[in-house]
């Protein structure tokens, strides 16, 4: 799986929306990247996933650049109950691979009032 | 309503001891991972089985055992070779295992060492 890289902390305001960029360079065309958040002391949950399009949900966008080198997760309007530690994945599709994952340190978002 | 559930919500081992985490899921999901989270790190997977009665070691499985003789159930014994077990652990599942799915996870068990 290809390595990510995030920065260790974002702020953004109640309301506006927070943008986290994710770098994935090394990616390869079967990739998919994945995005998960933590609230503290809580299990990670499930955002958002995408190929090489972009994708929206109740949750969140995903825009994924063209040479799928760099990904930004967007929540459009965040609210201080999206405080949490935010995972960009990287997963080779198949379906005989197992599904060993490990999550990197992430970001650390902080919604202020 | 479906979902995973962990027990204890916190656990206490003495030196030498084994401790069994329960994981319990009610999603009808094959597949089913341990991981171990330390404060202020990612998650790390420690085993996870993709059937029942078989099951693989992850990245840090030494000192931990597993069994997975129910779909539903798959507990992690952390035995007394695991010399630093203190930490938040999390079990998860997903339909079949396959690399593309998203993961379930519950609400993690935090283990400490008296």
């Known amino acids: 799986d290809a390595k990510t890289t995030q920065p260790p902390s974002m702020d953004c305001a109640e309301g506006r929306a927070a943008n986290l960029p994710c770098n994935h360079s090394?990616?390869?065309?079967?990739?998919?990247v994945y995005w998960y958040r933590q609230i503290h002391s809580q299990g990670p949950q499930y955002i958002i996933h995408?190929?090489?399009n972009n994708e929206t949900n109740e949750m969140a966008s995903l825009i994924i650049t063209e040479d799928r080198k760099s990904s930004t997760l967007i929540l459009p309007h965040a609210t201080l109950r999206d405080t949490a530690v935010y995972y960009c994945?990287?997963?080779?599709?198949?379906?005989?691979?197992?599904?060993?994952?490990?999550f990197g340190e992430g970001t650390q978002l902080t919604v202020n009032p | 309503d479906g979902g995973i559930t962990q027990s204890p919500k916190y656990l206490f081992r003495k030196e030498g001891q084994n401790v069994t985490l329960s994981c319990e899921q009610n999603?009808?999901?094959?597949?089913m991972y341990w991981y171990r989270q330390d404060p202020g790190q990612g998650l790390r997977l420690i085993y996870y089985?993709?059937?029942?009665?078989?099951?693989q070691k992850g990245d840090i499985a030494e000192g931990y055992s597993v069994s997975r003789e129910k779909k539903e159930s798959f507990p992690l014994t952390v035995t007394s070779a695991q010399k630093n077990p203190t930490a938040f652990y999390l079990c998860?599942?997903?339909?079949?295992?396959?690399?593309?799915?998203?993961?379930?996870f519950g609400s993690g068990t935090q283990l400490s060492v008296l």
């Open positions: 998860a599942s997903s339909i079949f295992g396959r690399v593309n799915e998203k993961l379930f």
């Open positions: 090394t990616i390869s065309g079967n990739e998919y």
């Open positions: 995408g190929l090489k």
């Open positions: 994945i990287v997963r080779v599709a198949g379906e005989t691979s197992g599904s060993r994952l490990t």
């Open positions: 999603l009808n999901h094959d597949a």
């Open positions: 089985s993709q059937i029942v009665n078989d099951f």
